[in-house]
Nanobody, 125 residues
Framework: QLVESGGGLVQAGGSLTLSCAAS????????MGWFRQPPGKEREFVAA????????NYADSVKGRFTISRDKDRKTVFLRMSGLKPEDSAVYYC????????????????????WGQGTQVTVSS
């Protein structure tokens, strides 16, 4: 089970940190990702982190502004977002990808096995 938190309303240029707490499985067996779905649009990749935590991957639209990380002891993955823009407004979803590789990340939503319920992020201009 994946449970996101940390969403909310923030002004443009502000920051938020999303958290995704995992339970009921071997957290270290999963690469983790964040996706988002803006209103009226399809779900899109935001960021991913490998099982080892050493490899990360970002969508071009968030590079340099967002940081993904994971804490194996807390079984939690984080998405630190700064320099937020109105176009970042979306429902943000956490996802888990059962992986053999310690270093792989995936950008395709269909690669992920489990999803959270989502948390709303709204950026006002």
């Amino acid at each position: 089970q994946l449970v996101e938190s940390g969403g909310g309303l923030v002004q443009a240029g502000g920051s938020l940190t999303l958290s995704c707490a995992a339970s009921g499985g071997m957290f270290i067996s999963y690469a983790m990702g964040w996706f988002r779905q803006p209103p009226g649009k399809e779900r899109e990749f935001v960021a991913a982190v490998s099982r080892s935590g050493t490899n990360v991957n970002y969508a071009d639209s968030v590079k340099g502004r967002f940081t993904i990380s994971r804490d194996k002891d807390r079984k939690t993955v984080f998405l630190r977002m700064s320099g937020l823009k109105p176009e970042d407004s979306a429902v943000y979803y956490c996802a888990a990808d059962l992986q053999i590789s310690l270093w792989s990340t995936q950008a395709g939503a269909n690669e992920y096995d489990y999803w959270g319920q989502g948390t709303q992020v709204t950026v006002s201009s």
